[in-house]
């Protein structure tokens, strides 16, 4: 199944890049590529996230890299990554 990154994720990765970058630039590259290549796993293995504890919806579902939620929805012929959302922050504010 091929894996879309919505506008508000990439705009995500940039943010978690920029913060990084003020004082690794390796590491933030590092990192928003590790956080990419996720989606190899999500498109084998679509439901190998958990639910969302906040939204319990089977389509809804996130796996984690570093400190990163990575939030997905599991759609009939594709998926989309919704965000990718520090761990601590809130979901409401996602």
């Known amino acids: ?7 508000k994720a990439i705009e995500q ?31 084998n293995f679509p439901n190998s996230g958990r639910m969302l504890p906040e939204i319990n919806l089977e389509q809804t579902r996130e796996i984690i890299e570093a400190n990163y939620r990575i939030i997905y929805y599991v759609g009939v012929d594709r998926i989309d990554v919704l965000g990718v959302v ?4 809130k979901l409401s504010s996602f």
Request: charged share 20%; glycine share 2%.
């Open 1 to 7: 199944m091929n894996v879309f990154w919505t506008n």
């Open 13 to 43: 990765l940039k943010a978690i890049h920029d913060y990084h970058a003020q004082i690794s630039p390796e590491y933030a590259t590092r990192l928003v590529d590790l956080i990419t290549k996720r989606s190899e796993q999500i498109a």
């Open 86 to 89: 520090h761990g601590q922050q």
